[in-house]
């Protein structure tokens, strides 16, 4: 299966300020353990190798764009 860039999150919006709010009077440190573990159940729940290592990829290479 590749990894899916194209938009696919029903009501996208609402999810981000849901995101959002996850962070809201959290210490620095808190949404750092957050998103790790949102990273990792996610993950898991995709389970396919490739496509978490094109993801990791894609996401260096966003991060490294000036």
Known sequence: M??????????????????????????????RLINAGLILLLANHIGESAVLEEAMRIAVATAEQP
Not at 17 to 26: F, M, N, S, T
Request: aromatic share 6%; no cysteine.
């Open 2 to 31: 590749p990894l899916n860039t194209q938009p696919n999150i029903a009501n996208a919006d609402a999810f981000y300020q849901r995101l959002v709010e996850l962070h809201q009077d959290r210490s620095e440190e808190q949404s």
